[in-house]
């Protein structure tokens, strides 16, 4: 006799990745991931400002550890976050974009809020603003800065700002840097509001608002001085 040949479809297997993906879009799982995303954008707020008191002291283990070093108790670390905050806070703010990190930490919040359903924000918008502030302000402190506190703890541009301000000062010098960074400052601006077009316009030309005010007085003098000498209806 022949065997009977099971023909039902495996419904289960197939599912699993259907499964999978709604749970992904589901509400709890962007609730968990926006929580986290809070909660770690806290942690780096509460490391980057330790840092600005620790780091000088935190700078000779973190340059030089040893071994296993911060893996101890008593590693010595004095930033309120930790090692981890103690290296992460070297790693974004010494090594990447400065002070101009704290970007970061504020498209995380921004994003876990969103995630969370607690307030609602065009999160493509925030994430342009972000990224083009944390770069345009690491450059101008990396310019402003790089001579003046090398032996400081603290590089206010990173070492990004720093390195990029110092190639564009060696092709267009320092005053095309400084063209450079006032154009892509208005157009930042520009790309937030757009009473930064009446601002720039103003710095142009000053004079302009004076003038159609006394254009705007001329004429409600013109305006009285009619009505006075028409003659009076009975």
């Given at each position: 006799?022949?065997?009977?040949?099971?023909?039902?479809?495996?419904?289960?297997?197939?599912?699993?990745?259907?499964?999978?993906?709604?749970?992904?879009?589901?509400?709890?799982?962007?609730?968990?991931?926006?929580?986290?995303?809070?909660?770690?954008?806290?942690?780096?707020?509460?490391?980057?400002?330790?840092?600005?008191?620790?780091?000088?002291?935190?700078?000779?283990?973190?340059?030089?550890?040893?071994?296993?070093?911060?893996?101890?108790?008593?590693?010595?670390?004095?930033?309120?976050?930790?090692?981890?905050?103690?290296?992460?806070?070297?790693?974004?703010?010494?090594?990447?974009?400065?002070?101009?990190?704290?970007?970061?930490?504020?498209?995380?919040?921004?994003?876990?809020?969103?995630?969370?359903?607690?307030?609602?924000?065009?999160?493509?918008?925030?994430?342009?603003?972000?990224?083009?502030?944390?770069?345009?302000?690491?450059?101008?402190?990396?310019?402003?800065?790089?001579?003046?506190?090398?032996?400081?703890?603290?590089?206010?541009?990173?070492?990004?700002?720093?390195?990029?301000?110092?190639?564009?000062?060696?092709?267009?010098?320092?005053?095309?840097?400084?063209?450079?960074?006032?154009?892509?400052?208005?157009?930042?601006?520009?790309?937030?509001?757009?009473?930064?077009?009446?601002?720039?316009?103003?710095?142009?030309?000053?004079?302009?608002?004076?003038?159609?005010?006394e254009k705007d007085e001329n004429k409600d003098s013109?305006?009285?001085?009619?009505?006075?000498?028409?003659?009076?209806?009975?």
């Amino acid at each position: 006799m022949k065997k009977k040949t099971d023909n039902k479809p495996n419904v289960g297997k197939s599912d699993i990745p259907n499964k999978v993906m709604t749970a992904i879009k589901g509400e709890t799982v962007h609730f968990i991931i926006g929580l986290l995303c809070v909660i770690f954008g806290v942690y780096m707020l509460l490391a980057f400002s330790s840092f600005f008191f620790t780091g000088g002291n935190d700078q000779s283990i973190l340059s030089h550890p040893n071994p296993g070093e911060l893996l101890e108790t008593g590693n010595r670390i004095q930033n309120y976050a930790g090692a981890r905050g103690a290296q992460l806070s070297q790693f974004l703010i010494n090594d990447c974009f400065g002070i101009s990190a704290y970007f970061i930490i504020a498209f995380l919040i921004v994003a876990g809020m969103k995630l969370m359903k607690a307030y609602e924000f065009n999160l493509w918008k925030w994430f342009v603003s972000c990224t083009a502030l944390m770069i345009w302000f690491s450059i101008t402190l990396g310019f402003a800065f790089g001579g003046v506190l090398e032996d400081s703890f603290l590089y206010p541009g990173g070492l990004h700002g720093y390195n990029v301000s110092q190639w564009i000062c060696s092709q267009v010098g320092a005053p095309g840097l400084i063209l450079i960074l006032l154009v892509t400052g208005i157009l930042i601006g520009v790309f937030f509001t757009k009473g930064t077009i009446d601002v720039v316009r103003k710095a142009f030309r000053p004079s302009l608002p004076r003038r159609n005010k006394e254009k705007d007085e001329n004429k409600d003098s013109e305006t009285l001085s009619d009505k006075q000498e028409s003659p009076a209806e009975y």
